[in-house]
């Protein structure tokens, strides 16, 4: 093996491929809410998050809580008035989702919240943010929640 083969040969042992990177990106982001959502965070990634005490105040003064998360979950629990539409069906319902007021997304835990702002914001909505710690932080401060459809 001449000298050029053999560094070649050892760096593609410890370097990963850039299209294995890149497949498995676009897996993730196929798998978690489209590939809408690749672009959206690819073009937004510093929108804001509020705090639970934030976006209550939000909320107060008349905010959208738009729920992110499965049917199942929301009849579990969820804030008495938000809107309901799972993750995986947001890109194909955005129209369901009013252009002119301020939107909360939220999920469980402030993750899936964050894919949910990014599709909102790459769909050209403005008044978008997210809340961190999710239901599970909304909960644990004490706000209420509801059970059922």
């Not at 370097?15 to 690819?42: D, M, R, Y």
């Not at 008349?62 to 008035?81: I, K, P, S």
Request: aromatic share 6%; hydrophobic share 45%; glycine share 10%.
């Amino acid at each position: 093996m001449g000298t050029r083969t053999a560094k070649r040969h050892a760096r593609s042992k410890t370097q990963p491929k850039p299209f294995v990177v890149i497949g498995l990106v676009a897996l993730a982001a196929i798998f978690v809410g489209g590939i809408g959502w690749l672009a959206a965070s690819s073009l937004r990634t510093s929108a804001s998050e509020v705090s639970v005490a934030e976006a209550a105040a939000l909320r107060d003064q008349g905010a959208l809580f738009l729920d992110v998360r499965t049917t199942d979950e929301w009849n579990t629990a969820h804030v008495q008035g938000s809107m309901l539409i799972p993750l995986d069906q947001l890109q194909q319902r955005l129209n369901e989702v009013p252009r002119d007021r301020q939107i909360v997304v939220i999920c469980a835990s402030g993750v899936r919240s964050r894919v949910g702002r990014d599709i909102l914001l790459s769909a050209g909505f403005s008044k978008v943010t997210c809340m961190t710690g999710g239901l599970h932080e909304w909960q644990a401060e004490g706000y209420p929640t509801v059970a059922g459809p």
